[in-house]
């Protein structure tokens, strides 16, 4: 990339970066080139991952297509790294880069809190494959240091933490990871490039649910895995091409297009959330609200330094969860009552902790403690969309009256 186009801004990029006219026609658009073979040349070309490389032309769309790579220069660009693999969802990036980087007595570090499914799969997957793994509260530096050991190959960090959304300082939790000779990978999901790009904090990769807010509009699962070049080539070769968990070039020229408004989304987001969040502070049903924008965030210092932008993301209490949950799935009528988060529509949901600690977190009392800090009993994960701000907060209150 030119100095130039370095220094274009990012709304700028989030539209131009891995794009091109195509050069037959003069489209405008991204081509979405759906073909799963391409002619080649050379008769005598080889057909294993292993000799793939870099440059190699496109022969079958497991292995690259025009579409996909194009999606994955624009993310590198955003993200401020070097190179981008997608996969056919967040959990398939998750799983393939574990899978590339630990090996039978490895050592992981993950957060204690994270997405449930990664909860589990570090928990219950990859415990059965040898893989010593360690959930640790790394918010707590000294708690992380003392779960640092020789054989510590990788850290997992998400933060902000899905659902409480407690913040890792990443700059230091990257200087000791690396000091014990560990890499550092943040899945930052709810941040997004806008708001926080780890690599730039010292991050060896960087994960992403592209299903989220890099898609923004809840049509079309994907996920990236972001780092150095070659580790990206490793990457494709070892586990994208042969565990096949391959993005669809439909999905991917849907995210891009969604790429090229989320600077614009994310600052109409944010602005939202904080007007939710703090009419939610001071709504009567409500007993505490959790939003890094917040300054009665725990870490809203930390936000400060870390985040450019403090995303959507929210969650909130009430006196009595489960009976309000029943309440709101019934007389919501612009949020909808529904899981996932990052879409252009509100989305709300409940998460009990009991429940949350039985089949995910399985914390030790010292830790459950801790989340309880945030969550009590249960929090409501919102996830704030693009609606008018007035009518979300009308629509949260009508829905919690009475409760």
Known sequence: MSDGR??????????????QPDPVTGASAPNLVMSTSFVTENPEASFSALELTEDAPYAYTRWGNP???????KLADIEGAEAAIVFASGMAATIALLLHRLRAGDHLIVSDIAYAGVSELVRDTLTKLSVDVTCADLSDLDEFRRALRPETKLVLVETPANPILRLTDIRAVADLAHKAGAELVVDSTFATPIATRPIEHGADYVLHSLTKYLCGHGDALGGAVLGRVDRMLTLRRD????????????????????IATLPIRMAAHADSAMKVSRFLEAHPRVTRVIYPGLPSHPQHALAKRQMDNYSAMLTFQ???????????????????????????????????TAEL???????????????????????????????????????????LADV
């Open 6 to 19: 370095k220094q274009r801004g990012m709304r700028t990029r989030a539209i131009h970066a891995g794009e």
């Open 67 to 73: 579409t996909t790579n194009q999606l994955e220069a």
């Open 239 to 258: 586990t994208a091409i042969h565990l096949g968990g391959v993005l669809s070039p439909f999905n991917a020229w849907l995210i891009m297009r969604g």
């Open 318 to 352: 009430v006196a009595d969860g489960p009976s309000a949950a029943k309440r709101m799935a019934e007389r919501l009528e612009v949020i909808h009552y529904a899981v996932s988060l990052g879409h252009h529509r509100s989305l709300v949901f409940y998460l009990p």
């Open 357 to 399: 600690q039985k089949a995910s977190f399985r914390l030790d009392d010292e830790h459950l403690e801790r989340y309880r800090t945030y969550a009590g009993d249960g929090v409501f994960r919102l996830s704030v969309g693009l609606e008018d701000a007035d009518d979300l907060c009308a629509d949260l209150d009508q829905a």
